[in-house]
């Protein structure tokens, strides 16, 4: 009897280690960006699109707000291109191999625009979310 509980208590103990690192797996994958889910893009935090930025000036910065919420601040070397302007039949003025960062206010529409983008094929796109959790330098210029 001591033995069946024991082999009981083993198998619910790794059943219970699976269960944790498959959600582990799956937590890391949805913010990785994983192409296996169906996700062409990646996520990245504020701070590591700051540090690619830094590292890499020719990145392209969008700013997918409306141009009134981008003439209210914005971060240096974003361009404004509104969300809704990303449309999958107009060619869009920057190259399909170009990495591209997107932002908006919260995330919504970030995580939006860099699903359009990758879908038409933009190979090199990353959101890190919304400018209100952006720690670093905004400007109004």
């Given at each position: 009897?001591?033995?069946?509980?024991?082999?009981?208590?083993v198998i619910?103990?790794?059943?219970?280690?699976l269960?944790?690192?498959?959600a582990?797996?799956?937590?890391?994958?949805?913010?990785?960006?994983?192409?296996a889910?169906?996700k062409a893009?990646t996520?990245?935090?504020?701070?590591?699109?700051?540090?690619?930025?830094?590292a890499?000036?020719?990145?392209?910065l969008?700013?997918?707000?409306?141009?009134?919420?981008?003439?209210g601040?914005?971060?240096?070397?974003?361009?404004?291109?509104?969300?809704?302007?990303?449309q999958?039949?107009?060619?869009?003025?920057f190259?399909?191999?170009?990495?591209?960062?997107?932002y908006?206010?919260s995330?919504?529409?970030?995580?939006?625009?860099a699903?359009?983008l990758a879908?038409?094929?933009y190979?090199?796109?990353?959101?890190?979310?919304?400018?209100?959790?952006?720690p670093?330098?905004?400007?109004?210029?």
């Open positions: 009897m001591k033995e069946l509980f024991l082999l009981a208590a619910c103990f790794g059943m219970a280690i269960k944790f690192y498959s582990q797996m799956n937590r890391s994958s949805s913010s990785a960006g994983i192409q889910a169906g893009w996520t990245l935090t504020a701070e590591e699109a700051k540090e690619r930025l830094d890499n000036p020719d990145i392209l969008l700013d997918v707000r409306t141009q009134e919420e981008y003439d601040g914005h971060i240096p070397s974003a361009v404004c291109f509104p969300n809704e302007d990303i999958p039949d107009l060619p869009l003025p190259e399909k191999d170009a990495e591209i960062l997107v908006c206010r995330g919504r529409r970030s995580a939006e625009a699903e359009k879908a038409m094929g190979a090199n796109v990353a959101d890190f979310g919304g400018i209100q959790d952006w670093y330098e905004t400007t109004t210029d």
